[in-house]
Structures are given as C-alpha cells and as structure tokens.
C-alpha cells in the first residue's frame, strides 16, 4: 500500500474508470496490475468511492457481480454485451477479464 490511502484510492478509481465496456477486472487483478494492496483493499475503496465508477465492473475472481448489487450489475452486462457462464449469474472470466493495456481482454 502506499503511504497514503488517497493515493491507492486514486489509483484504484482511475483504473476502473479505464475498464471497457463488456470487459471486467477482479478485485485482485487490480491490485495486482497496481502492484500495491490486495484484493480487500481494493474493495474497500470500491465500496467506499466507486458509485462514481463502473463499479459493476470490478468483480470476485469467481465471477461473480459486487455482493449486495447483482441486480443492478446483471442488467448493466447485459446491456454492455458482457460474457456471462452459462448458468447466467456470473460473468465469464476467460471472456471479459481485461489485463489493463489498450488491446482489450487477456
């Protein structure tokens, strides 16, 4: 973690914000591209200041939408175009798991 809070915040925010749509990261894929904090610390900022991002893209590794908001995050995939697994609850990581560079999904 940085020596200030604010600044992983921001780093964080910032990121997200670069996520395409139809596209997703996990909570420890973006700690790990920022090679600062862990997934708990990226969600505790996503939980505390990410309504003003697309939160929706920032899931668990498994797949699934942000707890408390899977509603809201269904309705958004769908409407971006974003890979689901066939059960329809969960997005597709192999599909829609963006690395973070401009070329889109790994």
């Known amino acids: 973690m940085p020596a200030d809070p604010d600044d992983f915040a921001e780093l964080v925010l910032e990121l997200v914000e670069r996520i395409p749509p139809g ?5 420890g894929d973006i700690a790990d591209y920022l ?14 200041q990410g309504g003003g991002v697309p939160w929706w893209r920032v899931i ?4 699934s939408p942000p707890p408390g908001h899977e509603r809201r995050a269904l309705e958004r995939y769908a409407a971006e175009g974003t890979p689901l697994r066939p059960d329809g609850t ?3 990581m192999r599909s829609a798991r963006w690395n ?5 999904s790994c």
């Open 100 to 104: 973070g560079s401009s070329q889109g």
């Open 90 to 92: 969960r997005v597709d």
């Open 23 to 27: 596209s997703v990261m996990s909570y």
């Open 35 to 48: 090679a600062q904090g862990g997934p708990r610390q990226v969600g505790r900022v996503m939980s505390a």
């Open 60 to 63: 668990r590794a498994d797949g």
